[in-house]
């Protein structure tokens, strides 16, 4: 008895694994793709030279000395 209660526990886990997963991909598929540096010319948000914009939103200056 409980290998069967086990068996139908990890399919039910497979299964649930495998539906969000595939929300997932389709959440993803109709998303915007992230922008890619050829595309900035089109964004309204000017950035000045040397500063670069990482996806989690945060500015970064690069000094000559390579440090950020």
């Known amino acids: 008895m409980a290998s069967l209660f086990a ?19 389709k959440r993803e ?6 922008t890619r540096p050829e595309d900035a010319r089109r964004l309204p948000l000017r950035i000045p030279e040397g500063i670069f ?3 989690l939103h945060t500015w970064v ?8």
């Open 7 to 25: 068996a139908a526990a990890i399919l039910f886990f497979v299964g649930f694994d495998l539906t969000v997963q595939k929300v997932r991909e």
């Open 29 to 34: 598929a109709s998303a915007p793709s992230e």
């Open 53 to 55: 914009f990482a996806r």
């Open 61 to 68: 200056s690069l000094f000559p000395s390579g440090k950020a």
